[in-house]
C-alpha cells in the first residue's frame, strides 16, 4: 500500500506560482469538478485571497491513474514569504521530496535558494521545475543554468511546465511517482505520527493535522500526545480532498487529520507525536526547533472596554499560529493590552489584519522592536523584548543586538544602489558571487532593527522590483545602543521609548518631538516635550500655552491694575502647570508611531 503513496510539497520565492501549480495539480488528478475549480483553491484565508500570497501550509491529497495502478499523491503547499519560513521548515518534515519551482522570467531568487538549502537538509528528493514557460519573454534555458550554478541541479533534469495553462503538468506528475520515493513507514509498528499542523473549529473543537510515520491510527482508537502527556479517542479521522473526508484508519505514510472532541487548543503542540496509549506507546519523534520570535510589539484595544474580546481573539489566532506569542502588558499611556512576539514585519501585519477582520476589534499598535541582550554590571545577562525594560545606563555593562545574514540577489546594474543602501544601514559585506551574466547575489551582515522596518521595500524601490531578499539569523554583537525616552511635561510616556543607536538618536528624538508638538493640543499652560537618554536631554520643543486676554476690560488707568492681573494669571499657570495633567489623544499617538520609522 505505502509503495503508492507520494508525499511532496511546492517550495518557491513568492510569486512563482507555487498555489496556480497545485490548482493545475487538483485539476488534472480530478480531485476537485471543474465546476468547483477556483483560482488559489487552497489559499482559503480570506487574507491570503486578498493580498494573493499564501499564510498557512495547506495539505490535500490526490489520486492519480497510471497504468493499472492507482497512486496517493499528498501534496503540502507552502508560503514562499522569508516570514513564513517557519511554515515551509514544518512540511518539509513530513515530505519525502519537494519541487523546487522557479518562474522562468525572473529566475532564482534569494528566497529559491534558502527553501532549496532547507529542503536538502530535510534530505529531500528535489525534483526542480521551471514555471510559466508560456510567457512571451520566458527564458528557460538561462533559467536551467542558473539553477545549475547557484544550486547544483542538472538541466536535463529540469521539468518545463506553465501551471496556467496545464502544459508539462502530465510530464510532472509522472515525474513525481518516478522520482520521489515512497514512505518507509510499517503499517504494522508502534503507532507514531508528526502533528504539523492545527485549527480550531467551533463545532468540532481542536483538528490536528498529522503525517503518520509508522504504524496504524483507527476510528474509535485512544491515542497520546507524547510531549503534552494527555489522552483522547480519535472521533473522527480522514483526508483532505481538499474538503475534509472522513475514512476509517490511516496508515503508514499517509497524511490526514484528527478530530478528539479536544475543546481547547493549547492541549495541542506542533511538532508533538501522537502515539498510542499504555504499553503500546512509542517514543517521540524529533520535534521542530521552536521558531525564534525575531519582532515585538504591543498590542492594545483602542476602546479599553474590548481586552477580554482581544485576548480571546489572540487565543484562537495563537492556536492556529504556534509561531506568534503575545503575554498580558499595561501602559501608562494606552492601558492594557498584550506585547506580542512575531516572526517578522509582514508576519506583524498579517495577525494584525486577522484580528481586525475575524474578530472586528480596532487595535492601536505600539513601534515594532527587535528582541536586545543586555549584560548588566552583576554579569547576567537580560533578553531585553520592549524597551521600557532597558535598564538605566549606568548599570549597563554591554549592550548587544541581533546581527542577521541577508543575501540579496539584483540585476548587476543596481549593485552600487544595493551596496550604498546596505553601507547605510551598517552592514558589513561577507561576499559577492555571480550567478548568470546578469545577476549577483551580495551577502552582508546587518543589524536586524535596521531590516526589519524598510529595507525589503527601500531594496525593491532601488532596484525598480527587481532585487529579492531573505536573511536568517546569524546570533547577537555588541553595539553602541541607548534607550531614547520622551518625556511629555517631565513625565516619560512609555509607549513612546525606542532602542536605537546612539549616533541616531539624536535625529530620532528631535523628530519625533516636532511630531508631537503639532500633535497635542493646547493647554491653559505650556507643555514641554523633550526626548532624553537617561538623564540628558537631547531634544525639546515647547507646546505654547493658550491665552486668554485678562487686560481686556482696563481701558485706561494706572499700568499697576494690568501688571497686578497679568501676575495672577502667571501665577494661575503656574500652579495648573504643576497640578494638571496632559492628555494626549488616541489620534496623536498613532500619528507618532506610524511616523516612528520615517
Known sequence: MSKHIRNFCIIAHIDHGKSTLADRLLEQTGTVTVREMKEQLLDDLELERQRGITIKAR????????????????????PGHVDFQYEVSRSLACCEGALLLVDAFQGVEAQTVANAYAAMEHDLNIIPVINKIDLTHARPDEVAEEMMNSLGTDPDECVRVSAKTGQGVDDLLTSIIDNIPAPTGDPEAKLQAMVFDS?????????????????????????????????????????????????????????GYLICNIKSLGDVHIGDTVTSTGSDAADALPGYSRPKRMVYCGLFPSDGQDFSELRDALERLAVNDPSFEFEPETSDALGFGFRCGFLGLLHMEIVQQRLENEADIDLVQTAPNVTYEVVNKRGE????????????????????????????????????AVMKLCQERRGIQKSQEYLGA??????YDIPLAEVVYDLHDKIKSCTRGYGTLDYEMVGY?????????????GKRVDALSVVCNRGDSDRRGRAVAKR????????????AVQAAIGSRVIARETVPAMRKNVTAKCYGGDITRKRKLL?????GKKRMKAIGSVEISQKAFMAVLSSDED
Do not use: W
Request: proline share 5%; net charge neutral.
Open 477 to 489: 554583537e555588541p553595539a553602541d545602543l541607548c534607550r531614547l525616552d520622551i518625556l511629555v511635561n
Open 438 to 443: 546578469q545577476r549577483a547575489m551580495l551577502t
Open 199 to 255: 485549527n480550531y473549529d467551533d463545532y468540532r473543537g481542536a483538528i490536528t493535522y498529522v503525517r503518520v510515520m509508522h504504524g496504524t491510527v483507527r476510528k474509535g482508537q485512544k491515542i497520546l500526545f507524547a510531549r503534552a502527556g494527555s489522552q483522547h479517542e480519535v472521533v473522527e479521522l480522514g483526508q483532505f480532498v481538499p474538503q475534509r473526508q472522513a475514512c476509517d484508519e490511516l496508515k503508514a505514510g499517509q497524511v
Open 59 to 78: 495539505a490535500v491529497c490526490m489520486k492519480f491513474k497510471r497504468g493499472k495502478e492507482t497512486y496517493e499523491l499528498n501534496l503540502i503547499d507552502t
Open 381 to 416: 545577562t537580560l533578553s531585553i523584548h520592549k524597551p521600557q525594560d532597558v535598564p538605566d545606563p549606568g548599570d549597563i555593562e554591554e549592550f548587544r543586538q541581533p546581527i542577521v545574514r541577508c543575501n540579496i540577489i539584483v540585476p548587476d546594474e543596481f549593485i552600487g
Open 516 to 527: 508631537l508638538k503639532k500633535e497635542i493640543e493646547r493647554h491653559m499652560f505650556e507643555v
Open 567 to 571: 501676575q495672577k494669571q502667571k501665577e
